[in-house]
């Protein structure tokens, strides 16, 4: 046979030859094809969103929290005030003048009330490091413990369970 007969016949058993259904199947349908893009769009977007929200409440904390940090802060400089306060208390003799003294601590607790803002005043009890600072140490009385604050020597102060300043207090050895 010539070869040109012979690459006919080839030609002819290749074109008889049945295709297999899965080349067919390989064709990708367009539709299917867009919805599948579209569903990892879908995806991708509600992760974006999420994310962004997050972002959101994490920043909004951020900012409440250093606000009211800030408040604190300056709330805080007023404590020595109060200190002088109290002491002006506890040595005037002029009743009338005593008593507008009192006015003006009591309008300063009330703010600190309003600012969440407690009174750390452990006398009587279990000296605790965590909101008291000893500066120093008597000798216990007759029927008293040891390591009990027996008097308070300047206020402490907390916010929420913060210490915003340690109470400076006498201790039972």
Not at 151 to 172: C, N, P
């Amino acid at each position: 046979m010539s070869e040109k007969k012979k690459k006919m016949k080839e030609t002819e058993i290749v074109e008889e030859t049945p295709v297999p259904e899965e080349e067919v199947v390989a064709e990708k349908d367009p539709l299917q094809e867009a919805l599948s893009e579209a569903e990892d769009l879908k995806r991708k977007w509600y992760s974006v969103t999420a994310e962004y929200e997050n972002y959101r409440k994490r920043t909004a904390n951020t900012r409440a929290q250093a606000y009211a940090e800030g408040r604190a802060d300056v709330v805080s400089k007023l404590f020595p005030i109060a200190d002088n306060l109290d002491r002006a208390v506890a040595s005037c003799s002029d009743e009338q003048t005593k008593k507008g003294i009192e006015m003006v601590v009591k309008s300063f607790l009330k703010l600190l009330e309003e600012e969440q803002i407690t009174v750390i005043d452990p006398v009587g009890e279990e000296f605790s490091a965590e909101k008291c600072e000893a500066i120093m140490a008597v000798d216990p009385e007759e029927g008293e413990q040891s390591g009990i604050v027996k008097q308070v020597y300047l206020k402490g102060y907390e916010q929420k369970g913060k210490v915003l300043r340690f109470a400076q207090v006498i201790v039972t050895k």
